[in-house]
């Protein structure tokens, strides 16, 4: 079963409004912004992911993908030291080449962390 992230919009949105509250205050998402956002975020798609049993792991993981790839096109964070020009296909390289590497990473560390929290219960 794929997981498409249009039919889980409902969900996403509002992760979305909660980091728009963080925008700076002329009201624009910065970058910084989405720095702060990224970790919560994630974790959220990973939960949203997690709650469909028939996904295989590769499946959730590509929905994570797409999911923060959805939200970073919804809050469309501002660089403004770089030309629209230059900013919006920039911002398109990166998210399909690095995104993916960047969500890796993340479930890595958040498996390590719940393998070691679960170290401490037992």
Do not use: C, H
């Amino acid at each position: 079963m794929a997981l498409q992230v249009q039919d889980f919009v409902d969900l996403l949105k509002p992760i979305v409004e909660d980091a728009r509250e963080l925008a700076t205050d002329d009201g624009k998402f910065s970058f910084a912004d989405l720095l702060k956002v990224t970790p919560s975020a994630v974790k959220a798609f990973m939960e949203i992911a997690s709650d469909v049993k028939e996904a295989t792991g590769e499946e959730k993981k590509q929905f994570v993908i797409e999911a923060f790839q959805w939200t970073y096109r919804e809050l469309d964070p501002d660089i403004p030291w770089l030309p629209d020009f230059i900013e919006n296909p920039l911002e398109e390289y990166l998210l399909d080449s690095l995104v993916p590497g960047l969500i890796e990473a993340l479930y890595e560390e958040m498996k390590e962390r719940l393998a070691k929290k679960e170290e401490t219960e037992e």
